[in-house]
């Protein structure tokens, strides 16, 4: 898969996605290997890295096991909530003030 640079227009093959904790929380994000641009992906505290494991756990079970559709509203209506929550932790913490205040993680994460 082609990945290509929204900042500088570099083209990667594949890009490893980065992670960086501060506190309970954990950012998942991706540098342009050309210009180090950041993107970010995710922030997770605690509860939603536990709903995202329950929610892997039951898409497994979906896909190993008759299910009812109980078990798939109720694993979708996780879903949405996780997504939900992602968005709001993204809103409350971005990426770029995590940077700021930890300069010395994006250096080493840009190596």
Request: some cysteine.
């Given at each position: ?29 991706f540098l ?21 494991t329950?929610?892997q ?36 913490h ?18």
């Amino acid at each position: 898969m082609r990945i290509q640079c929204d900042h500088c227009g570099a083209v990667a093959e594949t890009i490893e996605p980065k992670t960086a904790g501060d506190g309970e929380l954990e950012y998942t994000f991706f540098l342009c290997p050309a210009c180090k641009a950041d993107f970010p992906i995710a922030v997770t505290d605690k509860k939603l890295r536990a709903d995202i494991t329950e929610y892997q756990h039951r898409r497994n079970h979906i896909r190993i096991s008759p299910v009812t559709e109980q078990f798939l509203r109720e694993t979708e209506a996780l879903k949405q909530e996780n997504l939900k929550r992602c968005k709001e932790l993204m809103e409350l913490h971005p990426l770029a003030l995590f940077f700021e205040a930890h300069p010395e993680i994006r250096e080493r994460a840009a190596e």
